[in-house]
């Protein structure tokens, strides 16, 4: 797959959405037929994807003249707010209320629908950023041992990512990642992300085989995790502070 293609920062083309310089960021693809836009989960760039033969200023101008819709895409991403107590975060696809009491125990505790922990509140933050990774790391790596087991094939090394780009891959040598931001989706959403990846370990592509082998291992809707993930995705990306 190739990679968002960078120039000389000094060159990076932008294009002014509300008041900000949002750098655009191109990327040729082989198979393109058409280009398509978005922007990133965290809104710092513009990705455009477009046909070999399509000039990058085209690329620009579509950009600027897609300016009003990329506007509202910047207005629809999550707000930073402070994570202290009565703050809500999602865990698992619920919603849970963050409850701090000093005489609490410092690790995170869930219990009826609120996340309960100790300890002084200027680490609150982190330290909740730290239990959603491990909650993250424990749920992924069930995940992708059972899918191993239904695609009858060794279970690989996992590594969890924060990449803006996509929610898991599998490189070459078998190594699997995965966006530790998938634990606050659902799990139908999350599995369906690990399950993608195991058929890649049979089916490096994503030929008619490769579909049908991830729905014989999946046991929900491919359509409708991505169809969640289209439609809240980019919230996953709420700021931690």
Request: charged share 25%; hydrophobic share 45%.
């Amino acid at each position: 797959m190739l990679d968002w293609l960078r120039r000389d920062p000094r060159e990076e083309p932008v294009v002014e959405v509300s008041g900000r310089a949002l750098p655009v960021v191109i990327r040729r693809l082989e198979r393109a037929r058409r280009m398509t836009m978005r922007l990133a989960p965290d809104g710092s760039e513009v990705r455009i994807s477009i046909p070999r033969w399509t000039r990058s200023a085209e690329a620009l101008t579509f950009a600027q003249s897609r300016r009003d819709w990329l506007a509202k895409q910047l207005a629809a991403l999550p707000d930073a707010s402070p994570l202290a107590d009565g703050a809500t975060i999602t865990f698992r696809g619920d919603a849970l209320v963050v409850r701090h009491d000093l005489t609490a125990p410092r690790r995170p505790v869930v219990d009826d629908g609120e996340l309960r922990l100790g300890g002084p509140p200027d680490s609150l933050a982190p330290r909740v950023l730290r239990w959603l990774q491990a909650e993250a790391r424990d749920l992924l790596a069930a995940d992708l041992a059972e899918y191993c087991e239904r695609a009858a094939q060794p279970c690989p090394p996992l590594a969890l990512s924060s990449a803006q780009r996509r929610w898991g891959s599998c490189s070459h040598e078998g190594t699997i990642r995965i966006n530790w931001r998938l634990v606050m989706a659902p799990d139908a959403v999350r599995r369906s992300v690990v399950a993608h990846e195991v058929a890649h370990l049979v089916h490096f592509d994503h030929s008619p085989a490769f579909h049908h082998f991830l729905k014989t291992i999946f046991e929900g809707s491919v359509h409708e995790a991505n169809r969640w993930l289209k439609a809240h995705g980019r919230a996953l990306y709420v700021p931690f502070g």
